[in-house]
Each structure stands twice: as structure tokens, then as C-alpha cells.
């Protein structure tokens, strides 16, 4: 997987992201340069078969000569639907439309952008700095995570929390943010299968990483937790949607 190239050839492709990321934000109100396919392709797989769509990153790889999408569509569809998803919640739940609107744009800053931001910039910096496999002499080229990729890895592995958490919790929503100990458990199992899927996507990363199991040690927090959770009466759905929706639950 890690080609053997001069010293020239490593620089260029490693000063290539830098030169990309500028134009990654220009494509982002080009809609005629998205491949909406290939996304929803990749959003399908997600959820269904994550390992054929991480095979297909090391396939941009190989043609590209970079690990990360050069298309923001991945990142403008998952806006739209949260955005969607959102204004959803809040016809049902919400009776003030500027109430609405910064629901909507605190869901779309904070729980995807901001929180990605943050999320890519930790795990770009401890794949780098503790994760990357020692390259065993001289004349093979350095592997290193993009930014953009780390960003990448975030989305990807936010689709699928996103079906779960905003989609389906949606539609369980008047059961999950009832009262009693059923309403609780089930609340519970969803979002203790979201975030172990979620972590288990961060898992299957890079092939020049090594000891990435540490991506699923907060899988094994959250089995912990679960059963304390559960037990204690606490229910995450009426906790998350009094966050937003206090006045009417």
C-alpha cells in the first residue's frame, strides 16, 4: 500500500491537501460538479456494508493521490437532511417559528459542523502524532492523515447516528419521550447502538494505522454505562428534546 517515489515526488503529494482545500470550498455551491450518486452510493453502504465504502477510499487513493473526498457533496446532502430532519422535530414539537429557526441553525453548527471540526482536528492529531505505522526505510513515503480526511471519517460515521438518532427517533419519538421504564430502555438501546456504530465507522480508518482498536474503547464505556442508565430511570430522548423542546414535553 505505500508506494516507494524520490523525495520530490513525497513533498508534492504531501503539500497537495493544502492546495485542494480551497478548492473543495468553491465546489460546495457547484452543484454541477457533485456526484449526488456516488453519495447517496456511499451514504447507502454506510449504514448497510461500511467496509465497501471504506474499500472505495483506498481506491480515490490510488487514483487521486489523496484519502480524502474532493467533493463536498458528501457534506452539503448530510446539512440538507439534518436541516430537513430538524424542521421536522420542530413542527412537532415546537409552536414558535424564530424558536424554529435557531433550532435549526444551532443543530446544523453545533452538532455537525462545529462538533466535526473539533472531532477531526482530535483524531488528525492523535493518528499523526501516536497511530501511524513506522515507515521501515527511507525510500517509501510517508503516510500521514489529511485534515480533510479526519473530517471525512467524521461524516461518514455521522450518517449512520444520524438515521438513528434524528430519522428513526423521530418517528419512536412519541413513545421514546414517554414516561416509565419501557420508554427508558428503548431510548437507551438506540442510542447505545448509535454511538457503538458510530465509533465502530472511526475504526475502520486508514490501512497505514496501527492500533486503532483504540477508536472502539469508548464502545466498551458506553456498553458500561447503558445498564447504570437504564437502571437509574435516566432517558436520554426526554433529556436531549427538553434541551429544545422543553415547554412542550
Not at 449504514?47 to 465497501?52: L, S
Request: hydrophobic share 50%.
Amino acid at each position: 500500500m505505500s508506494p516507494t517515489v524520490s523525495k520530490t515526488r513525497s513533498s508534492i503529494s504531501i503539500s497537495r491537501p493544502n492546495a485542494m482545500f480551497p478548492q473543495y470550498l468553491r465546489r460546495i455551491v457547484k452543484w454541477q460538479q457533485m456526484d449526488i450518486e456516488y453519495t447517496f452510493w456511499q451514504m447507502l453502504h454506510l449504514c448497510t456494508a461500511p467496509k465497501i465504502a471504506y474499500q472505495h477510499t483506498k481506491y480515490h487513493k490510488q487514483t487521486k493521490n489523496q484519502w480524502a473526498r474532493d467533493d463536498p457533496a458528501f457534506v452539503v446532502i448530510c446539512s440538507l437532511l439534518l436541516a430537513l430532519a430538524t424542521v421536522a422535530y420542530c413542527a412537532a414539537y415546537d409552536h414558535s417559528a424564530a424558536h424554529a429557526v435557531s433550532v435549526v441553525i444551532s443543530v446544523l453548527l453545533f452538532h455537525f459542523l462545529l462538533a466535526g471540526i473539533l472531532l477531526a482536528t482530535c483524531c488528525w492529531f492523535l493518528t499523526n502524532a501516536y497511530l501511524r505505522e513506522e515507515a521501515p526505510n527511507t525510500c517509501v513515503v510517508e503516510q500521514r492523515v489529511e485534515w480533510l480526511y479526519a473530517f471525512d471519517v467524521h461524516c461518514n460515521s455521522f450518517f449512520p447516528m444520524f438515521v438513528m438518532l434524528y430519522v428513526i427517533h423521530y418517528f419512536l419519538s412519541p413513545l421514546l419521550v414517554a414516561h416509565g421504564f419501557i420508554p427508558a430502555l428503548l431510548s437507551n438501546l438506540l442510542f447505545m447502538v448509535a454511538a457503538s456504530y458510530h465509533h465502530y465507522l472511526n475504526f475502520l480508518v486508514l490501512p497505514f494505522l496501527e492500533r486503532t482498536t483504540f477508536f472502539l474503547y469508548p464502545i466498551g464505556i458506553v456498553i458500561i454505562l447503558s445498564p447504570i442508565l437504564i437502571l437509574s430511570g435516566f432517558n436520554p430522548s426526554r433529556y436531549f428534546m427538553n434541551i429544545y423542546f422543553s415547554r412542550t414535553l
